[in-house]
């Protein structure tokens, strides 16, 4: 069972995480899901090579267009009902 906590957040921090859980296509819940997860974990190196790894997440996400949800639906719709 998980269990749910409330964090209090100031405009700025507030802000700065959004934009960074959008850069990552995730909520802004996520992000700080696993924000926490780097920052319970008890090795140093770990936390570093979790950071290392969301700064890869945001570098690959930067690269990416951003996508339509809908019109990827349709087009893989439209090429499956092709191949029947």
């Given at each position: ?20 859980a ?10 700080a899901?696993?924000?926490?997860h780097?920052?319970?974990?008890e090795?140093?190196a ?10 890869r997440l945001?570098?690959?996400?930067r690269?990416?267009?951003a996508?339509?949800a809908?019109?990827?639906v ?5 090429a499956l009902?092709?191949?029947?």
């Amino acid at each position: 069972m998980t269990k749910a906590i409330t964090v209090r957040l100031d405009e700025a921090d507030h802000e700065a995480l959004a934009r960074q859980a959008e850069q990552l296509r995730v909520s802004p819940g996520t992000l700080a899901r696993m924000l926490v997860h780097v920052g319970l974990n008890e090795e140093p190196a770990a936390r570093r090579d979790a950071r290392a790894a969301i700064a890869r997440l945001v570098q690959r996400s930067r690269q990416r267009s951003a996508a339509d949800a809908v019109a990827l639906v349709h087009e893989a719709r439209t090429a499956l009902s092709s191949r029947r």
